[in-house]
């Protein structure tokens, strides 16, 4: 059965850092292309970075420079660091690997 596990989310100030992670579960995925997206109350969930792998990443524009996404394959753990959070940026954040969803992480980032 496979499972996708967040974690590392939390609370901290305007500007501060978090770092999360999606631990895999129940198969490999070095084959395949690892995702964020997160979701605000009462919003759309949106994409946000996506690791692919042949090694390229690509990001939501609004994050470029201030996220960045890597994996580890052979942990089977995808991450996601977030630098100069802004309070826009504390909805939940989920992985997505092909038809798989993590229940999410939650950030919340304090003014």
């Known amino acids: 059965q496979v499972q996708l596990v967040e974690s590392g989310g939390g609370l901290v100030q305007a500007g501060g850092s978090l770092r999360l992670a999606c631990a895999a579960s129940g198969r490999s995925f070095s084959d395949a292309n690892m995702a964020w997206y997160r979701q605000a109350p009462g919003k759309a969930r949106e994409f946000v970075a996506i690791?692919?792998?042949?090694?390229?990443?690509l990001y939501l524009n609004a994050v470029t420079g201030g996220f960045t996404v890597s994996r580890r394959n052979n942990s089977n753990t995808l991450y996601l660091q977030l630098n100069n959070l802004k309070p826009e940026d504390a909805p939940i954040y989920c992985c997505?690997?092909?038809?798989?969803w993590g229940q999410g992480s939650q950030a919340t980032v304090s003014t």
């Open positions: 690791s692919g792998y042949l090694g390229t990443p």
């Open positions: 997505h690997v092909l038809e798989y």
